[in-house]
């Protein structure tokens, strides 16, 4: 179950499972028990339930909820955002089933609850949260009672998990059929705790024509062309990878870069290396080897060897001409390109020369910013969501982009994207990125295409780095990476 769906292409899912024969009460019915489910799991018979329900469809499964939640012995109470008598539809069938009071959606009347569901808007919500909503969900949080999101809680949006002004902050989420981008991106998954997907009787044939474009990013997306080493494979069958090292003061980045591609897999790596750093590098390093070269003219010498096909530039390499110089010369020719850190901040005054480098290049690009370099690349993208500007730069610049952070995108120019989830908060330590720049090069040495390469990348340094644990520093994530390469080739092999 990889595949999040918009709102837009759940409300897709939902009508052709109705067109299919199955009634929009009966998805409300099984959505509603499933939430009662959750409620039951966790709290004891009798406890106080107080259902906040809204005036549409997420306000239906509440009532469902509550219905069910009463006949097992919980003291259920709902507090309606609006009049009963102005429901429709499935959700006014909801209410009609439900044989207890409906008591007015007064913030007041939550002090009482025990636990509370909260269904009061569902993840379509796309606009500022006003007036007696915005006071319910404050109340909600204020209470610091549990809560038990229908969906989403209340106030993120489900395609791109903005908090539209304020939201709620569950402890669970119980979400159908799929997840959306707003329980992965930030801010929306801090809101929803832990999400739980219930199966209300969506075939899963409806993906077939709602064709979703967004992932999330575990092995099941790029597993099947993660590189194995063969049995009569040798280094050379498993890629040459080369890093271009900045200056002798800062070396440490590309040696942080050449271990990560090691590590990651490809059969040789190569660091080429300034005259003036010549000697730190030879010296602190082993199993990767050293090449002298000092400007575009030399790299793309060195780069003449169709052996060398795949290439790391940015990490500390320094910013301006030199640096743009060396990216055409790694974009001159069909090795697999990652452009990192400085390699992107170069060509902030003037990044259509980049754009127009990668556009006929046939092998994959890929494109790492953070946040402040993403902005100094693309000045001119600006949208709803993280994964949105993503998708936008991978058209604009031809390239697959990494947008990182805890809720890290990638983007292909085809337009698939993946999130992913399990980035730990020791991760964010200096080296990092470096070290995924390796990673990603490593996957591509060995033939891994562009997106799949990326995507892999990312979640094996989330994997490292939560295997580590706190206390890690840029050095561990490659020292980390063999075990957990041991559990995904077991995992790819059951």
């Known amino acids: 179950m990889i595949e999040l769906l918009t709102t837009d292409e759940m409300a897709k899912a939902d009508r052709l499972t109705i067109a299919g024969g199955v009634s929009g009460v009966e998805l409300m019915e099984k959505a509603g028990v499933a939430v009662a489910d959750c409620v039951a799991r966790q709290y004891p018979l009798g406890a106080n339930v107080v259902v906040v329900a809204g005036p549409g469809n997420n306000g239906g499964d509440g009532f469902v909820a509550a219905r069910v939640l009463a006949a097992r012995g919980y003291k259920v109470r709902i507090l309606l955002a609006g009049e009963r008598e102005t429901l429709r539809g499935d959700a006014a069938e909801a209410a009609r089933k439900w044989k207890g009071a409906v008591e007015p959606a007064d913030p007041a ?14 993840a379509g919500l796309d606009r ?7 006071a319910l969900i404050e109340a909600m949080n204020a209470g610091g009672k549990p809560i038990v999101a229908v969906d989403l809680p209340s106030g993120i949006n489900g395609t791109t998990g903005a908090v539209m002004g304020v939201a709620a902050r569950a402890r669970e989420s119980v979400t159908f059929f799929r997840r959306k981008p707003g329980h992965l991106l930030l801010p929306g998954r801090i809101h929803c705790g832990k ?28 597993g099947k062309s993660f590189p194995a080493p063969r049995r009569d494979g040798h280094k ?19 040696r942080l870069a050449a271990r990560g591609a090691l590590r990651a897999g490809a059969g040789l790596v190569t660091i080429a290396s300034p005259r003036d750093a010549l000697l ?35 990490p500390a390499g320094g910013v301006g001409q030199g640096m743009r110089e060396n990216v055409l010369a790694a974009l001159d020719g069909e090795r697999a390109v990652v452009l990192d850190a400085d390699a992107l901040t170069s060509f902030e005054p003037y990044p259509m020369p ?77 080296g ?18 562009g997106f799949e390469a990326a995507c892999a990348a990312v979640w094996l340094h989330g994997e490292a780095a939560s295997d580590f644990g706190p206390g890690l520093i840029a050095e561990d994530l490659s020292e980390t990476l063999p075990r957990v390469l041991r559990k995904l080739f077991a995992e790819l092999a059951s």
Not at 109 to 122: N, P, S, T
């Open 109 to 122: 009347r939550l002090g009482e609850a025990g636990v509370i569901i909260d269904a009061l808007f569902g």
């Open 354 to 430: 980049l754009f127009a480098a990668i556009a006929p290049h046939k092998a994959p690009v890929v494109l790492t910013p953070h946040e402040g370099e993403f902005e100094r690349l693309f000045p001119n993208i600006a949208g709803a969501s993280k994964l949105e500007r993503a998708r936008v730069a991978a058209k604009v610049s031809e390239a697959v982009v990494l947008l990182k952070g805890p809720d890290t995108v990638v983007a292909a120019p085809d337009g698939r994207a993946c999130i992913a989830e399990n980035a730990p908060p020791w991760l964010a330590t200096a």
């Open 280 to 314: 730190v590098h030879a010296a602190t390093n082993l199993a990767v080897m050293v090449r002298p070269v000092d400007g575009s003219a030399e790299l793309s010498q060195l780069l003449s060897n169709p052996r060398f096909n795949a290439i790391v530039l940015g």
């Open 128 to 134: 500022p949260v006003e007036g007696l909503a915005r």
């Open 432 to 449: 990092s990125g470096d070290v995924l720049a390796g990673f990603i090069a490593g996957c591509l040495a060995q033939g891994m295409p």
């Open 195 to 222: 999400v739980r997907v219930a199966d209300i009787g969506i075939p899963e044939s409806v993906l077939a024509e709602v064709r979703p474009q967004t992932f999330a990013n575990t092995p099941t997306l790029w």
């Open 236 to 254: 050379y069958t498993r890629g040459h990878t080369v890093i271009v090292s900045g200056a002798m003061p800062r070396t440490g980045a590309a």
